[in-house]
């Protein structure tokens, strides 16, 4: 059997007023990130790793910024399109480790939540799914509440 490991980071910066999704749901805070699409950094990190894995580019590449039908996109469109170029290529999800970097809210009460929606999208175990919460002490962008940051590595396996 042929195994790939893949690694992804993502940050974005946090607004005052901005909807916060996170791991495909939405969380309830004063702030959320922002960016091209609706900046679900933990989804963003898991695409890039898994395209990392099969070789096929990163998220910019597959879902341009500049591109206007990305605008406000739901990132799990973009995570179910990157589990279909996987597909493609006859790879399947093995497992994913993720840590997400985040003054606050505190995020370990939504982590069984974002595990469900996680799953059924990859269409992975939740138990395959390993999501995990940081601070960074007060210290950096992050520390300060101006962003967040999230890390991914995932292993996929080449189907026979």
């Not at 946090?14 to 989804?43: K, N, Y």
């Not at 605008?71 to 497992?95: A, C, H, P, Q």
């Not at 002490?137 to 999230?150: D, R």
Request: aromatic letters at 6%; one cysteine or more; glycine letters at 10%.
């Amino acid at each position: 059997m042929k195994i790939r490991v893949g690694f992804g980071y993502d940050v974005h910066q946090l607004q005052e007023g901005a909807e916060f999704w996170l791991g495909g749901i939405r969380i309830d805070h004063t702030s959320g990130a922002v960016g091209h699409s609706d900046a679900d950094v933990l989804i963003h990190v898991i695409c890039d790793a898994l395209l990392g894995a099969a070789n096929l580019r990163d998220i910019g590449y597959h879902f341009s910024d500049k591109d206007p039908v990305f605008k406000g996109i739901d990132s799990k469109i973009l995570l179910e399109r990157v589990i279909g170029l996987l597909d493609e290529k006859g790879f399947s999800v093995g497992n994913l480790d993720s840590t997400i970097c985040l003054q606050e809210p505190k995020i370990n009460p939504y982590i069984p939540e974002m595990k469900a929606c996680l799953s059924k999208v990859m269409k992975v175990d939740q138990d395959d799914i390993s999501i995990k919460a940081t601070t960074t002490e007060k210290l950096g962008f992050v520390g300060t509440g101006a962003g967040v940051a999230a890390f991914a590595t995932v292993l996929i396996e080449k189907r026979p």
